[in-house]
C-alpha cells in the first residue's frame, strides 16, 4: 500500500512542543518498520522554515523525491474569518496533491491544527478514495473547556469542528490506552477504529557517566544545590504544579538542604505565580529553580542528576516527561490519575495528585528510603524497554493494514483518477466560486498549483548549470571538463536521468533551459529557439559543473527553494588551490572564492575532481567549523583524456616560428597550463637555463595563454634569447594541436605547486608520453609509479632533477606512462553519475 503522512504537527507552532517530536518520530517509526509499503510525507509550503529540518530528519530514511511539499495563496489561518475562501482553495489544493499521489491511507500527525498558524488539514471527507487516519493525543480542552475554551470563542469552534470530524476518519491512532478508552467515551465512535499504538521517548535520553566535575558544571549552569527534585514539562492548570510546590514545601521542612527545579521554558506569568505560591509556603528565593529553554542535552543531565522525578499532573494523553527520565535512570513517581499510571507501571510509585500531604509522603519515601528510590530507578529503566518508536510504527503500519482491509467493503467503488489532475482542480474551484473571490490571487494560486501537482515519483531530471559555458567559452580546463562531460551526457543519457542544461542570467531570480544552446552545441538548428524557465520536482538534481563564483551568492534563494522542495544540490569543485596558495591569486579573487565555497557547504555535496581535493576539502570544512544541521557529502571522480571526444578545437599555427619544427632537433619538453603563478612556468623556465648553461640540449614548449600575475614571465619569455631556437611559447593552440605536441614531444613537466586533477599528465598517458612532475598529492593520485617526481624549492633541484631524468631517458630505465590508468570522457561522466547517485539523499 502507499502511505501518505500529513507533517503539519511538526511544521506549526507545535514542533516546539510534544505533538511536534511526536509527529516526527511516528513517521520515522512508520518508515523505518513499513515492511515493504511506499510511503510519502506532505509538507505545507506555506510553513517553509521547518520544511529543511524535517528533510534533514529522513536523510537515509526516505528518499527525498517522496517528500512532497504542496503550495497555496495565504493567509489561511482560522483564526481570522477573512482568510475562510483562502482557506477552502487550500484545503482543495492539499487534497488534489494527496489525489495526485494515489494513496491507499492518509494520516494526518495532528488534526487540530490550523487556529494560529497556516496549517491546512480539511474534512477527513474530502477524500473519497484513501483511508483517512488521524493522531489521537487526547482530549483535554473538550473535557476542561472552561480552562481552555471558553475564554476563546473562535478557537472554541475550531477545536469542536475538528473533535467533530474525529467521526469521520477511519482510524484514529491513540497515544496511550487511556486517551484510547477516554475517545470511547465521550465521543461515538467504534472501538475497532481507535487503536492505541503507544509513543516512546527518544534515544538521546539514556544514562549517562557524571564526574564530580561535571556535576560542578551542571549546578553552576543552574544554581543547583543537591540533592533537588526534578519536574519536566508544561505550565498549564492541570499540570497541578502549585500543589507540587505545596508538598514539596512540607518535605523541605523535614528533609532540609532540598531543592525543586522545573526543567524548560515556561512563561514568565506562571514563573511569578509559582514563586509567589512557594513564598506563601515558606519556601526561599534559591529553593526553587526555573531552567528556561534547555538543549536536550541538558536535560538529560538533569534527568541524570536527580535525586527524584516527579510528575503531578492529573491529566495527559500520554505523559512523555516520566519515561524520558525513567530512560534515564531516575527514580520517577507521579500522578495515579489518567494515563500516568500506564506509563510509570507500577503502583507503589503513584500518588493522589489531588492531596498534597499523598503526594508530599511519597516524595519523602523516596528522598529517605534509598532502598525504595534505587527500586525505582531499576524498573525505570526495564519498564522504559516496553515502549519505543520502532514498535510504535509498527502497531501504526498494522493498524493501517487492518483498517485498509476491513474498510475496502465500506468504500463506494473506486473512480478513476483524472486524466488531467490539475484541470480537475480548477473546475472544482471554478464550480464553487471560488477563483472569482478577491482574496484569490490567480497568477499566484496558478503557480502554487504547478508545484503542488507532481504525481508519484517519476525519472528525476539533472539540471546541469553551464551558465559560463552558455555564454562563453573560455577553452580553460574547467571549460574542457564542461564542455565533455555535457557532450557525453547529451549523447549517450544516463537511464536513471533526464539530462537538462541550463544557465541564468544577472538580474533573473531563476533558471532556464539551455535549450538554444544545447541545439547549437549539437549541430542542430537553432535560430527559433526559446529558453523556457525550468519547473522542478522533488527528487531531482541540481549540479553546478561550471565554476561560477560571481553568480552563487546571487542565487542563494533560488536555490534554496529548489532544495527546500526536494532538490539534490551539488557542486563540482575543481581545487581549492586560492585558499591554500593565496599568493598566487589576485586579492579580488580570493574574495570572490571565500564567498563561494562558503556558499556551496551551505547545500548538499560537493563532487571533487580529485580525492586529493576531496581532502583537502574535508580538512578545509572542518578547520573552518562549516558543518550544517544537515551532512554535506564530498564525493570525487577523476577527469578524462581523450581530447577527440571533448569537442576539440582544430588548427595549426598559422606563424612557422611558432611551430615545433622551428626550435633545435633537440628533446623536447612539454609544458600545458595557463600562464599563472602556481603552475611553476617561472621555477621550470629558470630550471631550463641552468640546463642551457651547463650545456645540456633540451627544447622547452609551452602552451598555455596568459593568465594573471605573470606580465613580468610573459615578457621575459617574449624576449628571451632562446624562443624560437629552444624555447616556445604557444598562448593559442588548438586542441589539435596540442595533440600532436603530445605525439612529438619526448617529455610532459607537470611544475604546478598545486593542482586539482592535472589533465595533462592524463592526456600525456593516453599518448605514451613520459612524465616529470612535481611531488604532491594529486600528482601521486593520478600517476603513481608512472611518473617521475622532484621535490625541491628552488630551480637548481628542478634542473638536478631533469637532468637525472634524461639519463636514465638515455638508459631506457625512465618511467613509463603507458601502463598509467586513465578514463575516457565517457567513464568520466558515468563516474559522476555514479557520485550523485552515491550522495544524492
Known amino acids: 500500500m ?56 529522513f536523510i537515509g530514511l526516505l528518499p527525498q523525491s517522496h517528500i ?123 472501538s475497532e477504529r481507535v487503536v492505541n499504538v503507544s509513543t516512546a521517548a527518544d534515544d538521546v535520553f539514556r544514562p549517562v557517566e557524571m564526574g564530580s566535575a561535571q556535576r560542578r558544571a551542571l549546578a553552576v549552569r543552574f544554581d543547583l544545590r543537591e540533592p533537588f527534585v526534578l519536574y519536566s514539562g508544561g505550565a498549564d492548570e492541570r499540570k497541578n504544579l502549585p500543589r507540587l510546590i505545596e508538598a514539596f514545601a512540607k518535605v523541605k521542612l523535614e528533609l532540609g538542604d532540598v531543592q525543586l527545579v522545573f526543567a524548560g521554558k515556561m512563561p514568565q506569568f506562571h514563573i511569578d505565580l509559582y514563586r509567589a505560591t512557594a513564598r506563601s509556603h515558606g519556601l526561599g528565593e534559591t529553593d526553587l529553580v526555573f531552567t528556561g529553554y534547555i538543549t536536550d542535552e541538558e536535560l538529560v543531565a538533569l534527568y541524570n542528576a536527580c535525586q527524584l522525578y516527579v510528575f503531578p499532573s492529573w491529566h495527559e494523553g500520554f ?115 471560488l477563483l472569482q473571490a478577491d482574496a484569490v490571487d490567480i497568477p499566484r494560486l496558478a503557480k502554487a498549483i504547478d508545484y503542488s501537482l507532481q504525481g508519484p515519483a517519476g525519472k528525476p531530471q539533472l539540471f546541469v548549470d553551464i551558465s559560463e559555458l552558455s555564454k562563453h567559452d573560455g577553452k580553460s580546463g574547467i571549460q574542457r571538463v564542461v564542455r565533455s562531460i555535457l557532450l557525453e551526457w547529451l549523447s549517450n543519457p544516463p537511464a536513471a536521468y533526464d539530462i537538462r542544461p541550463v544557465y541564468t542570467l544577472a538580474g533573473e531570480p531563476f533558471y532556464r533551459h539551455a535549450s538554444r544552446f544545447t541545439a547549437k552545441f549539437l549541430g542542430q538548428a537553432f535560430e527559433h529557439i526559446e529558453d523556457e524557465a525550468i519547473s522542478y520536482r522533488a527528487g531531482d538534481v541540481y549540479l553546478c559543473l561550471d565554476l561560477l563564483m560571481d553568480v552563487l551568492p546571487h542565487k542563494r534563494s533560488y536555490l534554496d527553494t529548489l532544495r527546500s522542495h526536494g532538490v539534490n544540490i551539488f557542486f563540482v569543485v575543481y581545487d581549492l588551490l586560492i585558499l591554500q596558495l593565496p599568493h598566487c591569486f589576485v586579492e579580488s579573487l580570493q574574495a570572490h572564492y571565500r564567498t563561494w565555497i562558503h556558499a556551496v557547504a551551505q547545500y548538499d555535496g560537493a563532487l571533487c575532481i580529485s580525492h586529493a ?143 586539482g586533477f592535472g589533465l595533462p599528465l592524463i592526456e600525456a598517458a593516453q599518448y605514451q608520453l613520459p612524465i616529470i612532475a612535481r611531488d604532491i598529492p594529486v600528482f601521486r593520485e593520478v600517476a603513481g609509479e608512472h611518473a617521475w617526481f622532484f621535490k625541491g624549492g628552488d630551480a637548481q633541484a628542478v634542473a638536478d632533477s631533469i637532468g637525472e631524468w634524461l639519463k636514465l631517458h638515455a638508459e631506457g630505465r625512465h618511467p613509463q606512462s603507458s601502463r598509467m590508468p586513465w578514463l575516457t570522457w565517457k567513464a568520466s561522466a558515468q563516474q559522476l553519475i555514479g557520485e550523485i547517485d552515491k550522495y544524492k539523499f
Open 2 to 57: 502507499r502511505i501518505v503522512i500529513d507533517m503539519q504537527g511538526a511544521q506549526t507552532e507545535s514542533r516546539y512542543r510534544g505533538i511536534g517530536r511526536y509527529s516526527l518520530s511516528l513517521a520515522q517509526g512508520i518508515v523505518r518498520n513499513s515492511a515493504g509499503h511506499e510511503v510519502y510525507l506532505l509538507l505545507n509550503g506555506m510553513l517553509p522554515d521547518s520544511i529543511d529540518s524535517i528533510r534533514t530528519a
Open 68 to 190: 512532497r511539499v504542496w503550495y497555496a495563496q495565504g493567509p489561511v489561518s482560522a483564526r481570522d474569518p477573512a482568510n475562510r475562501v483562502r482557506r477552502e482553495v487550500a484545503e482543495r489544493v492539499r487534497q488534489a496533491c494527496i489525489d495526485d499521489l494515489h494513496p491507499d491511507v492518509v494520516h494526518i500527525c495532528s488534526s487540530v491544527e490550523g487556529y494560529i498558524d497556516d496549517a491546512v488539514i480539511g474534512s477527513p471527507q474530502l477524500d473519497q478514495q484513501a483511508l483517512v487516519c488521524a493522531t489521537l493525543y487526547d482530549l483535554i480542552p473538550l473535557v476542561s473547556p472552561g480552562q481552555y475554551l471558553d475564554n476563546n470563542p473562535g478557537y472554541k469552534a475550531h477545536y469542536l469542528d475538528k473533535v467533530e470530524a474525529y467521526k469521520h476518519y477511519g482510524l484514529l491512532l491513540s497515544i496511550s490506552e487511556f486517551a484510547r478508552q477516554e475517545a470511547l467515551s465521550l465521543l461515538p465512535l467504534a
Open 319 to 433: 505523559g512523555l516527561p516520566p519515561l524520558e527520565a525513567m530512560k534515564c535512570g531516575a527514580a520517577v513517581i507521579g500522578a495515579n490519575t489518567s494515563s500516568v499510571p500506564e506509563v510509570i507501571g507500577l503502583e507503589e510509585a503513584t500518588f493522589d495528585p489531588l492531596d498534597a500531604l499523598d503526594l508530599a509522603a511519597k516524595m519523602r519515601q523516596a528522598l529517605e528510603d534509598e532502598a525504595f528510590r534505587e527500586r525505582l530507578a531499576a524498573h525505570g529503566l526495564q519498564r522504559a524497554e516496553a515502549f519505543s518508536w520502532d514498535l510504535t510504527g509498527k502497531a501504526a503500519v498494522q493498524a493501517f493494514e487492518h483498517a485498509l482491509v476491513h474498510s475496502q467493503a465500506d468504500k463506494p467503488a473506486p473512480v478513476p483518477p483524472a486524466n488531467d489532475a490539475l484541470q480537475a482542480l480548477i473546475d472544482d474551484l471554478a464550480v464553487r466560486g
Open 613 to 755: 581535493v576531496a581532502d583537502e576539502l574535508r580538512d578545509w570544512l572542518a578547520e573552518n567549523n562549516m558543518a550544517g544541521e544537515r551532512p554535506f557529502r564530498i564525493g570525487a571522480f577523476h577527469l578524462g583524456a581523450d581530447i577527440d571526444q571533448s569537442m576539440p578545437s582544430t588548427g595549426v599555427p598559422q606563424d612557422p616560428a611558432k611551430r615545433l619544427e622551428a626550435l633545435a632537433a633537440n628533446p623536447n619538453f612539454l609544458m600545458v597550463g595557463t600562464l599563472e603563478p602556481r603552475k611553476g612556468h617561472a621555477q621550470a623556465l629558470e630550471a631550463f637555463e641552468r640546463l642551457w648553461a651547463a650545456g645540456v640540449q633540451a627544447n622547452l614548449v609551452i602552451v598555455g595563454k596568459h593568465g594573471w600575475l605573470v606580465d613580468e614571465l610573459a615578457a621575459k619569455l617574449n624576449n628571451h634569447p632562446e624562443a624560437g631556437k629552444r624555447l616556445l611559447w604557444l598562448e593559442g593552440a588548438s586542441d589539435e594541436y596540442l595533440e600532436y605536441l603530445y605525439n612529438n614531444c619526448d617529455c610532459l613537466v607537470a611544475a604546478s605547486y598545486g593542482e
